[in-house]
């Protein structure tokens, strides 16, 4: 039999140090057809996580050793964000806008009420599926402007301001029949369909972190 996780099917991960409460929402998420995996602290999660794997974290907020709080903070600042909804019998104002700053998709006070839960995770497996997405798309990207030249690099960069191939061949000091062909080739490329969709590939490319 070929394990889930294998297929990419998103995992919800609940990390929580109470065993009947990991026993508890595993039978939520499992009844409604979502694959689960349980760990006791953030150390059990770490030794065997692996952050390729699409889902979200259901999170204690206070747990023994680093905190759900910490660690959820400290995901957020890493290359490997995840969408990750807090849970806690005890939870201040302080608390959850210091979460929600962190990027936190909710957090629910226990015991939790199921929809909300139920609710809160399916947004929180939306929001890395999109995040997943954009990823995917940004490194497509990548590799396609990697292999422009330095002369196709900069004409993009002019071609995504609006400007003529008359006006470029001025600036770049080419002939203009020289500036059509190099935007030519960085155009196939890119594998842009028109100057819009070179924009936006621009946008996204310099909004990358």
């Known amino acids: ?32 057809g979502l694959f689960t995996e349980v760990h006791g602290s953030v150390a059990d999660f770490l030794a065997v996580d692996d952050p390729d794997r699409p889902g979200c974290i259901v999170l204690d907020i206070r747990l023994p050793g680093q905190s759900g709080l910490e660690f959820q903070e400290a995901l957020a600042k890493s290359h490997h964000p995840r969408s990750v909804v807090l849970i806690s019998a005890h939870v201040d104002v302080e608390m959850a806008v210091r979460a929600m700053k962190a990027g936190a998709i909710d957090v629910l006070t226990k015991p939790v009420r199921e929809q909300d839960l139920l609710e809160a995770v399916n947004l929180a497996l939306l929001s890395d599926s999109e995040r997943r997405t954009e990823m995917n798309q940004l490194s497509v990207l990548r590799l396609r402007h990697s292999k422009l030249t330095d002369r196709e ?24 029949a020289t500036v059509k062909l190099h935007r030519g080739h960085m155009m196939r490329k890119m594998r842009a369909a028109s100057i819009a969709d070179l924009v936006k590939m621009a946008g996204i490319l310099d909004s990358a972190p």
């Open 1 to 32: 039999m070929i394990d889930d996780r294998k297929r990419g099917r998103p995992t919800v991960i609940v990390i929580d140090d109470d065993e009947s409460v990991r026993d508890a929402l595993r039978g939520l998420f499992e009844s409604v």
């Open 153 to 176: 690099r900069q004409i993009m960069d002019l071609v995504v301001t609006g400007k003529l191939n008359k006006q470029i061949a001025s600036e770049v000091q080419l002939a203009e």
